[in-house]
């Protein structure tokens, strides 16, 4: 479907009347937040909180479909699933890409019908494939992207004839951290040189509808050449398929073998658009990018469109976790800032040694008996930053100059929308965050914080007497 089509609300996803361009600028940094707003959330909510501006998500959709305004553009939902989040994309007219079960279900209570789902699994667990097999009955328009032939069969021993996208591994990534590069990992698709007749085999059984590959997450200015060589295979592909089949694979003149020709309907060259995380590091040149993407994978054959999956650059600079400084040690080595989120909260530093921007907000020096002046007016000091989590790599920046934080004081760590929230996990027993969701400039908590209780609610407790445990 052509998101354009989609689009429910269009006058509320882009600048109005009487804007110019700036009104939509290509990343929000850390230091263009309201340091009063999100002092003033934090005050009301508590710390560790995770604030995400619906209309910076917005304005990230409207910026990707004027860039790609004939491909198919679909919110990869990991990024994300935020119910607030979902809604906000499903109105601006994009679609839901989702790589299980949870998050089909989470895009299917936000609204988002079978015509614009998308489901990538990838060694998908039995459940997930029942569960997903059987909202297929009932949304016969939804499409299941698969990676491996034993999927397919998996699918078909379901009884699942429905909608297919065969997902390759174009043998070429990027990404910001070898962790996140997907396109040449074999964990991901069907490999290149067998992809066309994998593609034309799965057609026999099912309604072969696009292909698909991902380079990878995090991708900036310096990989787009591999991004491009993705792309321009996949068009390569998408040619191959739509030529007569009478190579190796045989052709098939008495209607019984793989099909002759594959009528498909997109090539998908997956997400993986960075954002700028560092204060001075530019911004990707969307249209630019969005240029070079159409001229590598072109020509497409008659009736095939491109489609993008974008997570992090939905939502990424539309989010900040606010945090409080509890502790101040100076050390022979380093100054430690101790504050109240860890790695339990943002998982990214420790896990890919992410670099997140930090702002120190101040606050301590409103408070009875504090000499400390404004952030403004304090020295900028190397600190670390350190969560409250027993592992040494539970650090939020190490040696970075901030303005000399003091206990009290709260911290915005920048462009933290994306596998933010949807990273944090318990460990430590540590209950989750609140989360608090700005619309039109209204604030509306939409998760709140964990409880203690919380931790222990899928916990049984009590004499176990059977093999029930
Ligand atoms: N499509 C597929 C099939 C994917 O696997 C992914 C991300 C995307 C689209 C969206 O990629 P994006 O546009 O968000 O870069 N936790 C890591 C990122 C892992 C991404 C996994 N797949 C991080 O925090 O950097």
Known sequence: MSDRDAAETPGTAGPTDGET???????????????????????????????????????????????????DVRYA??????????????????????ASAGEVDRALAAGFGGDRLHYTAVNPPARDLDYVAG??????????????VDTLDRLAERGYDGRVCVRVNPGVGAGHHEKVRTGGAAKFGIPYDRAAE????AAERFDVVGIHAHA???????????????????????????????????GDPDGDGPPDLLDIEYVDVGGGFGVPYEEDAPALDLPAVAEATREAVAPLPAGV?????????????????????????????????????????????AMYDAYHPIRNLGGAEGVDGSDAPAPADR?????????????????????????????????????????????????????????????????????????LGDLTTVERTGTVTGGDR
């Open 379 to 451: 020295s900028a000091t190397p600190v670390t930053v350190a969560g409250p989590i027993c592992e040494t790599g539970d650090t939020l920046c190490r040696d970075r100059a901030l303005a000399d934080p003091v206990r009290g004081d709260l911290l915005a760590v920048g462009i933290a929308g994306a596998y933010g929230y949807e990273m944090a996990n318990q460990y430590n027993s540590r209950p989750r965050p609140a989360e608090v969701a700005l619309d039109d400039g209204t604030a509306a908590v939409v998760r709140r914080r964990e409880t």
């Open 135 to 148: 909202v297929a009955e009932a949304e016969p328009d939804l499409t299941i992207t698969v990676g491996a």
């Open 21 to 71: 361009a700036d009104d939509n600028p290509s990343v929000r940094r850390v230091s263009d937040w309201s340091a009063d707003r999100l002092a003033e959330l934090a005050a009301e909510h508590g710390t560790p909180l995770y604030v995400q501006d619906l209309d910076r998500v917005r304005e990230n959709c409207e910026r990707l479909r004027d860039a790609f305004p004939d491909a």
């Open 77 to 98: 939902v990991k990024a994300h699933t935020g119910r607030a989040v979902l809604e906000a994309v499903r109105e601006a007219g994009l679609d839901a890409e989702c």
């Open 305 to 349: 469109d491109l489609a993008i999956e974008p997570g992090r650059y939905v939502v990424a600079d539309a989010g900040v976790l606010l945090t409080r400084v509890n502790t101040v040690k100076p050390t022979p080595d380093e100054r430690v800032v101790g504050v109240d989120a860890g790695m339990t909260d943002l998982l990214r530093p």
């Open 198 to 201: 994998a593609t034309r085999d």
């Open 216 to 250: 990878g997450s995090g991708i900036d200015s310096d990989q787009l050449d591999s991004h491009r060589e993705l792309v321009a295979r996949m068009g390569e592909l998408a040619r191959e398929l739509a030529e007569p089949n009478d190579g190796d694979a045989g």
